[in-house]
């Protein structure tokens, strides 16, 4: 599972879809400096080139700047020529590694009020002496549901002459000792850059595991070491494992992926009687519905929420765009998926009990997964590794496991706990097509390589199937997932026809950003790639840096006191739950949901005030102050979702 953040500080969590059409780029509709995605309209003017989103709400701007004195001039001269009026605050600069045959790229956020949600930014590229600038400006929530659109028209910006790697004609090197040398001291390298304390990770070359093992401690102030039986949380990386779950119920005909969901499960429905009623089994993983991410609702509810919620929250979620038009990622429909298979196994049984045992006995056991567990009390007892993140100070701290415990009720879409070692026997079955490391037939090659299928798109040469990604880089096929929860981050690749697969895992938010870097060192040492992925890494530490000092200048620690005096002390939100606002070792702190953390506050832009929560990790909830017919409120907002909490009388 990837959780969500309220606020720009999101960036530090690199947060990651069956024959429907995609988002893809309309044929020969390409401006120069920039490509058209399909039902955008395009206007071009001198050296300015400007997409904008079907809504009317959200452009992609490129404009040619020419010689500047650096980044931040040149952003400022590409505004003039798109929007002479606007009038934008500089919040965050960060270098960018440099991609796409730009000597320099440069990141350039802008200040924004939380009731504008509005996304407005800039990547500034320089070939030589001479500037190009990509302006992103609008609807928070029209760049969210159309995410896929933006990445492909930002990324189709290229510089002159640029002439990506192609290793489709190549054969890999196998992993020998001294290539899998490489990887361990990249791993250990990225480690120390970013601060992560602890990494597992696996290699799988020809259907053999040809290492394992663990680099760093399971918890900062303790020795022990991780090896490759750590277990860490997995998150989203146990969406793929539940889609094996229905591969193995179709092989034995309890279910087809062409049926009606509300066949199988009567009480399925979504917000929309249409996309009920269109909603098969396979696009239960798709991302590919309308429906729209809503996280928020499972991480402010109860803990003790039962599995069955799952369908509520499902039935009261509207579709924000038309069925199979856009990939968008619902945790709760992956959630759907995995409770679904588990009570067509064991229909006698509570849904959330079905599920674990059809997953522990029809894949953990058959794949020898034996440190492999959905039991928070198991998943951190012995030899687990501690989750960590940055303070507000952008101090490495270790962090209660608490708040990845609202995961539970939505476990199938990514509640697991694993290790290095059972992710490689995972691994190893996508690798070999269904067989299991001992060599009997766990599924059927049919189905296992129907997940597989190019849905929806995500990116450029990239597609979501059924709880997994099919990508191409490079010219090199990857099969792939990630997963995101507070202080964990990992993900597994596999490269099929390389025959090569890897496990990374790691405890630090901080490790989100080793994550593609690691995809990148697999193929420059399995093809002899030029040596990019360290240097991305390194730009992303400096980014780190720069967006923790930012963060921590726009807040008010320990908080304007006549603010927090004002606040009541609890709020609630019908359907969602309460906020209670309390004193704890002389801080004001906040409780809703799975977040406990002491306040801050914040002056916006605008002139309103937000509290937000600074306990450690990427996770931080904010909420606009506010009154409404008497009562006083707090709003949160994500991108396409508003949240009202109003005092409790």
Same mark, same amino acid.
């Given at each position: 599972?990837?959780?969500?953040?309220?606020?720009?500080?999101?960036?530090?969590?690199?947060?990651?879809?069956?024959?429907?059409?995609?988002?893809?780029?309309?044929?020969?509709?390409?401006?120069?400096?920039?490509?058209?995605?399909?039902?955008?309209?395009?206007?071009?003017?001198?050296?300015?080139?400007?997409?904008?989103?079907?809504?009317?709400?959200?452009?992609?701007?490129?404009?040619?700047?020419?010689?500047?004195?650096?980044?931040?001039?040149?952003?400022?001269?590409?505004?003039?020529?798109?929007?002479?009026?606007?009038?934008?605050?500089?919040?965050?600069?960060?270098?960018?590694?440099?991609?796409?045959?730009?000597?320099?790229?440069?990141?350039?956020?802008?200040?924004?009020?939380?009731?504008?949600?509005?996304?407005?930014?800039?990547?500034?590229?320089?070939?030589?002496?001479?500037?190009?600038?990509?302006?992103?400006?609008?609807?928070?929530?029209?760049?969210?549901?159309?995410?896929?659109?933006?990445?492909?028209?930002?990324?189709?910006?290229?510089?002159?002459?640029?002439?990506?790697?192609?290793?489709?004609?190549?054969?890999?090197?196998?992993?020998?000792?001294?290539?899998?040398?490489?990887?361990?001291?990249?791993?250990?390298?990225?480690?120390?850059?970013?601060?992560?304390?602890?990494?597992?990770?696996?290699?799988?070359?020809?259907?053999?595991?040809?290492?394992?093992?663990?680099?760093?401690?399971?918890?900062?102030?303790?020795?022990?070491? @991780? $090896?490759?039986?750590?277990? %860490?949380?997995?998150? !989203?990386?146990?969406?793929?494992? =539940? #889609? &094996?779950?229905?591969?193995? /119920?179709?092989?034995?005909?309890?279910?087809?992926?062409?049926?009606?969901? @509300? $066949?199988?499960?009567?009480? %399925?429905?979504?917000? !929309?009687?249409?996309?009920?009623? =269109? #909603? &098969?089994?396979?696009?239960? /993983?798709?991302?590919?519905?309308?429906?729209?991410?809503?996280?928020?609702?499972?991480?402010?509810?109860?803990?003790?929420?039962?599995? !069955?919620?799952?369908?509520?929250?499902?039935?009261?979620?509207?579709?924000?765009?038309?069925?199979?038009?856009?990939?968008?990622?619902?945790?709760?429909?992956?959630?759907?998926?995995?409770?679904?298979?588990?009570?067509?196994?064991?229909?006698?049984?509570?849904?959330?009990?079905?599920?674990?045992?059809?997953?522990?006995?029809?894949?953990?056991?058959?794949?020898?997964?034996?440190?492999?567990?959905?039991?928070?009390?198991?998943?951190?007892?012995?030899?687990?590794?501690?989750?960590?993140?940055?303070?507000?100070?952008?101090?490495?701290?270790?962090?209660?496991?608490?708040?990845?415990?609202?995961?539970?009720?939505?476990?199938?879409?990514?509640?697991?706990?694993?290790?290095?070692?059972?992710?490689?026997?995972?691994?190893?079955?996508?690798?070999?097509?269904?067989?299991?490391?001992?060599?009997?037939?766990?599924?059927?090659?049919?189905?296992?390589?129907?997940?597989?299928?190019?849905?929806?798109?995500?990116?450029?040469?990239?597609?979501?199937?059924?709880?997994?990604?099919?990508?191409?880089?490079?010219?090199?096929?990857?099969?792939?997932?990630?997963?995101?929860?507070?202080?964990?981050?990992?993900?597994?690749?596999?490269?099929?026809?390389?025959?090569?697969?890897?496990?990374?895992?790691?405890?630090?938010?901080?490790?989100?950003?080793?994550?593609?870097?690691?995809?990148?060192?697999?193929?420059?040492?399995?093809?002899?790639?030029?040596?990019?992925?360290?240097?991305?890494?390194?730009?992303?530490?400096?980014?780190?840096?720069?967006?923790?000092?930012?963060?921590?200048?726009?807040?008010?620690?320990?908080?304007?006191?006549?603010?927090?005096?004002?606040?009541?002390?609890?709020?609630?939100?019908?359907?969602?739950?309460?906020?209670?606002?309390?004193?704890?070792?002389?801080?004001?702190?906040?409780?809703?949901?799975?977040?406990?953390?002491?306040?801050?506050?914040?002056?916006?832009?605008?002139?309103?005030?937000?509290?937000?929560?600074?306990?450690?990790?990427?996770?931080?909830?904010?909420?606009?102050?506010?009154?409404?017919?008497?009562?006083?409120?707090?709003?949160?907002?994500?991108?396409?979702?508003?949240?009202?909490?109003?005092?409790?009388?």
């Amino acid at each position: 599972m990837s959780v969500p953040n309220m606020k720009t500080f999101a960036s530090v969590v690199a947060l990651m879809a069956a024959g429907i059409s995609s988002p893809a780029l309309a044929q020969g509709a390409e401006a120069p400096g920039i490509a058209q995605p399909e039902n955008w309209t395009l206007e071009q003017r001198d050296a300015l080139s400007v997409v904008t989103a079907p809504e009317g709400d959200l452009d992609i701007a490129v404009v040619e700047v020419g010689p500047a004195d650096d980044a931040l001039a040149a952003a400022a001269a590409a505004w003039r020529a798109y929007d002479p009026e606007a009038q934008r605050t500089v919040e965050l600069t960060t270098p960018a590694a440099s991609e796409n045959g730009w000597d320099q790229r440069v990141s350039i956020h802008y200040e924004t009020s939380p009731s504008e949600q509005a996304t407005v930014s800039a990547l500034a590229l320089r070939q030589g002496d001479e500037w190009t600038v990509v302006i992103v400006n609008g609807a928070q929530s029209t760049a969210n549901v159309r995410s896929a659109a933006v990445t492909l028209a930002r990324d189709s910006v290229q510089a002159d002459g640029y002439e990506p790697e192609d290793f489709s004609d190549q054969t890999a090197h196998r992993l020998t000792p001294e290539r899998i040398a490489m990887l361990r001291d990249f791993v250990a390298e990225a480690a120390e850059t970013l601060d992560v304390p602890g990494v597992g990770l696996a290699l799988i070359d020809q259907g053999e595991v040809v290492f394992e093992g663990g680099f760093g401690v399971r918890s900062l102030g303790e020795t022990a070491p @991780v $090896d490759a039986d750590t277990r %860490f949380m997995i998150a !989203s990386n146990t969406k793929g494992m =539940s #889609t &094996l779950l229905l591969s193995i /119920l179709v092989d034995r005909g309890e279910l087809d992926w062409d049926q009606q969901v @509300v $066949d199988l499960y009567p009480d %399925f429905r979504l917000g !929309s009687d249409s996309t009920t009623e =269109s #909603t &098969l089994v396979r696009h239960l /993983l798709c991302a590919c519905t309308g429906l729209p991410r809503k996280d928020w609702g499972f991480i402010l509810a109860d803990q003790d929420t039962p599995a !069955s919620d799952v369908f509520r929250q499902l039935s009261e979620t509207q579709p924000t765009s038309e069925f199979g038009e856009l990939f968008q990622y619902n945790n709760n429909m992956a959630a759907a998926a995995g409770y679904v298979g588990g009570a067509l196994a064991y229909p006698d049984m509570e849904i959330g009990a079905a599920y674990d045992r059809a997953m522990d006995e029809l894949i953990f056991q058959p794949l020898d997964m034996t440190d492999t567990t959905f039991d928070f009390h198991a998943g951190e007892s012995g030899n687990w590794a501690q989750p960590h993140g940055l303070d507000v100070d952008g101090n490495q701290t270790v962090m209660s496991n608490h708040f990845n415990r609202s995961v539970y009720p939505y476990r199938p879409a990514g509640g697991a706990f694993s290790t290095a070692s059972d992710m490689a026997h995972y691994v190893q079955l996508e690798l070999s097509r269904g067989l299991a490391p001992d060599g009997e037939r766990l599924v059927s090659e049919e189905n296992l390589l129907a997940r597989r299928e190019p849905g929806v798109q995500v990116a450029e040469d990239v597609w979501y199937g059924m709880g997994l990604f099919n990508e191409e880089h490079w010219g090199v096929p990857v099969v792939t997932h990630g997963g995101t929860l507070l202080g964990y981050h990992s993900n597994w690749y596999a490269l099929p026809e390389a025959g090569v697969g890897a496990v990374i895992l790691t405890n630090a938010d901080t490790g989100a950003v080793m994550l593609r870097p690691f995809l990148r060192r697999l193929v420059e040492v399995l093809y002899d790639g030029h040596p990019e992925a360290m240097s991305q890494i390194e730009a992303s530490a400096a980014r780190l840096d720069a967006q923790t000092q930012v963060r921590r200048q726009g807040l008010d620690i320990p908080g304007d006191q006549a603010v927090l005096d004002g606040l009541a002390p609890a709020y609630e939100s019908p359907g969602i739950g309460t906020i209670t606002i309390f004193e704890n070792e002389g801080r004001t702190w906040i409780e809703a949901g799975s977040i406990r953390a002491p306040l801050a506050t914040r002056q916006n832009p605008d002139g309103t005030v937000s509290i937000v929560s600074v306990g450690p990790g990427a996770i931080s909830l904010e909420a606009e102050v506010g009154m409404e017919d008497g009562s006083r409120t707090l709003t949160l907002r994500d991108s396409q979702h508003v949240y009202l909490y109003t005092e409790t009388r």
